[in-house]
C-alpha cells in the first residue's frame, strides 16, 4: 500500500510500512523514512508506483482547464477527489485524484486552501482581479523581456534610459526597467555598468559623474527657492580703518578681510573682519533651513554650487568700495616682538578699499619683495604698493605665529608638493599654452579663503580643454590669510569655551598616524595646527558651521559674561550633534565629488595633450599587487605593475594603459626607473596633506545584483577640503 502526502505544502508519495491510529512509517523512493501524521495522508493507493503517480499526476495537472472546474466546483467547501469526479469522471481513478489535487493547490487565484486537501472556490469578484493581475504581470514581464532584449542588441530604451541612476545605485527590485538590465546583464554576461555603457544609456561621462551626484545630493535640483534676502541691522557702527581682502579673481562668496593700523607706533592692531551674514539671517528662519539642507558650498572645476543664494551673498561679501557687515576680530600686536597682548570682537560695518586677486600677485609679491622695498616690478598695481608696508608687516608676523604654531606642533609643517588650479576653457588654447591661474587649499591654514578660485560661467558639459596649472604652497599671501584665519578661529573657539557658550569645533587628539580630525561641541586641542582650541568661523557664506558659530559669536560680543542665555544654541544642545552629523555627511560627499572631478579633468588632460607617459614617484604599496605613484607634475595617482621591488621615493618613468572616464580609472606599466637606487630613500619626507591615495579610482559601486535569484523582488577646488 502506497500513500500520498503534504510535506509543508509539498506533495510526497511513498510505501507505507506501518500505521496507528494518528501516524504512519512510510518510505520514499529514495529509502528515507519518514512518520507521517494520519491528517496529512492524502491518498492511499497500490497502483501505479508512487514515483509514477506524482510524474502522472503532474502530467494530468497542466491539462486541467481551470475556468471549467472553477465551473464545476460548488460553493461550498469541498475535497479534490470530489472536485476530480465531477470534472473527469464519478470513477475518476487515483491519478486524476492526484492531478486535480495538484492543480487546485497551484491555482490560488481560482480556489483558497482550506484545509489539508479542502478547497473553496474564489468569489467571481475576487477572481476578475486575481486574473487582472496576472495579466498585467504577464504584461509587465512581456515588457521587461522585450527591454532585456534591446539591451543586449546594444540599445538602451528610453524607460531605463530616465531610471539610469536609480538602478545603478538606489535600485526599486521590483521595478521592472530594474529587472530587465538583471536579464540583460545576466543574459549578456555583461556588468551592468559595461552593459549600459554599450547600450548608449551614458550620453557623456562628465554628465554621468554630475547628474549621479545630482541625483545622490540634489535630488530637487540646485535651483533656490524664492526667499527674501535679509538687509544688516541699520545701527551697526562703522569701523576707522581701510580693509581689503585677498582672494582668487573668481571668488564671489569674499568671507574675510585684513586690516592693519598703528604700524610705526610701537602697538599695531591687526583687523580679522568676517562677513556677518549671521546679523540677519536668523536661527530657524527659511534661509537658516536652506543652509541646513545644503549644509555647505559644493567645489568643482569649472563650477560650483553656493550655500546661499546669490541674493543673499552679494549683501554681505565684503566686496570693494563699500562698507559691508562684519564681524570683526581686533588683534593688538606689540610691533617690535609681534607678541599679541589682547584681542577684542566688534559688530560692525567695515570699509573695504580694494579686493585683492592673489592669482594676479603671487608673481609680484614674494618674499623678497616683501622685504626689500627697494625692489620694483613693472605693472604692479597702485592699490598693492599702498599695502606694501602693510603686508610686509602681516607676512613677517604669519611667519613668527607659524613658527610658534610648529613649536607647539612638535615638527614643522611639512607640504612638498605645490596646489594644482583647475580652469576650463571652450577653445584649445594656443600649442604649449598652460597659464596657472589661481590656487587651492589642502589644509586647515586656508579655511578663511586664501585658496578660493572658482569659475561662475556655465555649467561644464564635459567637451571644455582644461588648463591645469600649479601655485607653490605657502606662497606670502597664502601665508598671510591662512595665519590669520587661524588666529580668529582659535581666538573665537577659546572665547565661546570662556564665556560657556557651545560652539561647533575641530580637534585632533594628536600627530599619531590614524588619529583623524573630528567635530565635537568640545573646545579640545588641535594637535595638527597647535593651538588650544580650533572653531571654523571665517566662512559663513559657504560654510553652514561657520554660520552656526558665528551667531554664538554675536551672542558673546553683544552679552558677554550672560551670553551662554541668549545664544541661539545652549550647552548639551542635540541640535548642534545634529548639524555635525549632518556636516560631516554632506561635506565628505562634497569633497568626494570635489575630488572625483579633478581626478575626471586630469584624465581629459592627459587624452587633450596626448599624455602617454609621465615621470612619478613611488609612494605606497596599492592592490593587486601593484604600487601606486604620484604624477611629479600632475594632481594624479594611479597604480602601477612592475614597481613591487621599489622603496618608497623612487622616481620612475610609467606607461599609461586605458583611461575609463565612468570608473575615472588608469593604470601604468614600469618603463623605467629615473634615481640612483642608491640614492633611493623609503623614509622621505611626507606631505601632512597626504591622502590622496584615496583619488585612485576603484570599480564604482554598483547597487544591481545580476546574481538575484530568478523571481525575487523585493576648483582651485581643493578650497573645501580640510584635515
Known sequence: MHALFDEAGKFLAGRILSEAESSAQIELDSGKRVKVKAANILLKFDKPAPAELLAQAREIAAGVELPL????????????????????????????????????????????????????????????????????????????????????AGTCPQPVREQLYKILFRPDKNAPEYKAVVEASRSAQKAPLDLLQAAGAIDSSYQFHWKRFLFDNFPKGTGFPPLAAPQPPADLPLADVQAYSIDDSATTEIDDALSVQGLGTGTVTLGIHIAAPGLAIQPGGDLDKLGRTRLSTVYMPGYKITMLPDEVVQIYTLDEGRANPAVSLYVTIDEATL??????????????????????????????????????????????????????????????????????????????????????SAARPPEGANAPAGGSAGSEAASMGAHKPRNDGAEPDGSEQVHIGTRKRGAPLDLIVAEAAIVANSTWGNMLAEHGVPGIYRSQASLAPGVKVRMSTKALPHAGIGVKSYAWATSPLRRYVDLVNQWQIIACARHGKTAALAAPFKPKDAELFSIISSFDAAYSAYNGYQ??????????????????????????????????????????????????????????????????????????????????????????????????????????????????????????TADNRAP
Open 69 to 152: 472546474a472553477w465551473e464545476f466546483a460548488p460553493e461550498e467547501e469541498f475535497g479534490f477527489a470530489e472536485l476530480a469526479r465531477d470534472y473527469f469522471s464519478a470513477q475518476a481513478p487515483v491519478t486524476e485524484q492526484a492531478g486535480m489535487l495538484v492543480a487546485l493547490f497551484e491555482a490560488p487565484h481560482y480556489f483558497r486552501r482550506a484545509g489539508k486537501g479542502r478547497f473553496r472556490k474564489a468569489s467571481a469578484e475576487v477572481l476578475q482581479q486575481a486574473l487582472a493581475a496576472i495579466e498585467k504581470k504577464k504584461q509587465i514581464q512581456a515588457q521587461i523581456d522585450a527591454w532585456a532584449a534591446e539591451l543586449v
Open 595 to 716: 575630488a572625483g572631478m579633478e581626478r575626471f579633468w586630469t584624465l581629459k588632460y592627459l587624452q587633450q595633450n596626448q599624455i602617454t607617459e609621465l615621470d612619478a614617484t613611488v609612494f605606497k604599496e596599492g592592490p593587486n599587487g601593484s604600487f601606486l605613484v604620484r604624477a611629479d607634475t600632475l594632481p594624479l595617482v594611479l597604480p602601477v605593475l612592475g614597481a613591487q621591488q621599489l622603496p618608497r621615493g623612487a622616481r620612475v618613468r610609467v606607461k599609461l594603459g586605458e583611461i575609463d572616464e565612468i570608473t575615472l580609472d588608469v593604470a601604468g606599466t614600469l618603463v623605467a626607473r629615473l634615481d640612483d637606487p642608491l640614492d633611493a630613500s623609503d623614509d622621505g619626507p611626507v606631505d601632512e596633506d597626504e591622502g590622496d591615495e584615496e583619488a585612485v579610482a576603484g570599480p564604482i559601486a554598483i547597487a544591481v545584483d545580476v546574481n538575484e535569484a530568478e523571481g525575487e523582488g523585493a576648483g582651485g
Open 339 to 424: 607678541a599679541i597682548t589682547a584681542t577684542e570682537t566688534r559688530l560692525e560695518r567695515v570699509p573695504v578699499t580694494v579686493n585683492l586677486r592673489h592669482d594676479q600677485l603671487d608673481h609680484i609679491v614674494t618674499e623678497e619683495w616683501l622685504q626689500d622695498a627697494s625692489i620694483q616690478t613693472e605693472n604692479t598695481p597702485q592699490a598693492l604698493l599702498d599695502l606694501r608696508e602693510q603686508l610686509s608687516f602681516l607676512h613677517r608676523l604669519a611667519k613668527q605665529l607659524k613658527a610658534q604654531r610648529e613649536v607647539v606642533r612638535g615638527k614643522p609643517e611639512t607640504f612638498n608638493r605645490p596646489d594644482y588650479t583647475f580652469r576650463l
